[in-house]
């Protein structure tokens, strides 16, 4: 089955500064990649994605990139702000499109 | 719209009883999934529905675990002889097709006593 791991675990950034994360997955049948921003006790949020058919995607802020030759993918975030501190995931979609395999978390913390 | 809800939010149970879980998708969505959180990691999958056949149980971990959707819209996720290791947070989740996006509910954090 799909294995996806993520760096680092933590990552603490002064606000405004660039944070990425990275992650990397085994099946190269995987064609869909979202990334969750997960606060303390809430549900996870869908924050960007891409599908296996881009190179990069962007949002405001946020970007996403995806390299299938490498079959890794990283989130960008610019100018960080204390709000952005959280959990952040990254997931992989099996070919089946039924199951996301998720990486073990970012616990990033944006230091005012 | 009103996004994916889950009951309870919290459930507190003894070892060795029943629990049943509650997920309302969002509506029109055909497909749910249900996944387990444990603390200090990522969701793990359990099982899959497209509409109101169960398509992929292959993460439930064994066979106390089952999980229903008769009508095709709510799930009902039931936990059969719990155990202490069954503490978690339980998330369902739902798209409007199967590899679309797919939108988490709150979860339901059953504790196991």
């Known amino acids: 089955g799909e294995n996806v791991e993520q760096h680092p675990s933590t990552l603490s950034v002064q606000e405004g500064d660039s944070a990425v994360i990275k992650c990397t997955y085994s099946?190269?049948?995987?064609?869909?990649f979202p990334w969750y921003k997960q606060e303390l006790g809430k549900r996870p949020q869908l924050i960007i994605d891409?599908?296996?058919?881009?190179g990069e995607k962007k949002d405001q802020r946020i970007a996403v990139t995806l390299n299938k030759t490498a079959k890794h993918f990283s989130l960008h975030i610019t100018e960080t702000q204390p709000e952005d501190s959280a959990v952040y995931f990254c997931?992989?979609?099996?070919?089946?499109?039924?199951?996301?395999?998720f990486g073990g978390g970012t616990r990033l913390m944006v230091k005012p | 719209g009103a996004g994916v809800s889950q009951t309870p939010s919290n459930k507190v149970t003894e070892k060795g009883k029943y629990v049943e879980l509650r997920c309302d998708p969002i509506?029109?969505?055909?497909?749910l999934y249900w996944y387990r959180q444990s603390l200090g990691q990522g969701p793990e999958f359990l099982i899959y529905?497209?509409?109101?056949?169960?398509?992929?149980d292959s993460g439930l971990p064994n066979d106390r675990f089952f999980a229903v959707r008769p009508e095709g819209s709510v799930s009902t996720l039931k936990i059969q002889r719990t155990e202490r290791g069954d503490s978690a947070v339980y998330l369902c989740?739902?798209?409007?097709?199967?590899?679309?996006?797919?939108?988490f509910g709150p979860g339901t954090r059953l504790t196991v006593l």
């Open positions: 989740a739902s798209s409007s097709y199967r590899g679309g996006e797919q939108f």
């Open positions: 099946d190269s049948a995987s064609n869909y």
């Open positions: 891409i599908r296996s058919n881009v």
């Open positions: 997931a992989a979609l099996n070919n089946a499109g039924n199951m996301l395999t």
């Open positions: 509506s029109g969505h055909t497909a």
């Open positions: 529905f497209q509409g109101t056949g169960a398509a992929d």
